[in-house]
């Protein structure tokens, strides 16, 4: 199982984790996007940033729904914020990310190579990294056979989790 995610469909595909996007009019210096938020889009950020949200305190959603599910509130996260969560959500779906960047000067757009197989992964890092279009910036996986609670490692001499 493999899938491609453009940078221009970022914010479509963080609506399958609980997102809504609404608006960038909302930021005053127009660094932030302000999106509605599900229960699920709540706990990716949480598990994402390990904090806890107190809902309590979250800014009221501006619609009923996300995603056919009922908006619990809504978030203004940057660009950079928002495809990092989206990337924290692809990693708990598959085991490679490969985060690939256009060059400089090119007309070409930033994507997420998303794949199970190692193999597969390495063909796409290899072509990339011939490409002159694009540059490899990373690939996200959890490695194997490292004591991990979900997508946190565990500490090796206290067996804690941040």
């Excluded at 305190?57 to 969560?85: C, E, F, H, Y």
């Excluded at 193999?119 to 890092?125: G, L, N, R, S």
């Amino acid at each position: 199982m493999s899938e491609t995610i453009y940078s221009s469909d970022f914010s479509r595909v963080l609506g399958a984790y609980g997102f809504e996007y609404l608006t960038g009019e909302s930021c005053a210096i127009s660094l932030r996007i302000l999106y509605d938020m599900s229960s699920r889009g709540i706990r990716l950020v949480e598990n994402a940033f390990s904090i806890k949200i107190d809902r309590s305190s979250t800014p009221k959603n501006w619609n009923s729904q996300v995603g056919g599910m009922p908006a619990v509130a809504s978030i203004k996260l940057s660009p950079a914020q928002a495809r990092d969560l989206l990337i924290f959500a692809l990693a708990s779906t598959y085991r490679f990310v490969v985060y690939v960047v256009a060059k400089p000067d090119k007309w070409s757009q930033d994507y997420l190579y998303c794949t199970d197989d190692r193999d597969d992964m390495v063909e796409v890092v290899d072509i990339v990294r011939k490409s002159n279009l694009h540059d490899l910036r990373r690939v996200y996986s959890s490695f194997d056979g490292q004591p991990s609670v979900g997508l946190d490692n565990v500490h090796a001499f206290t067996g804690r989790t941040v």
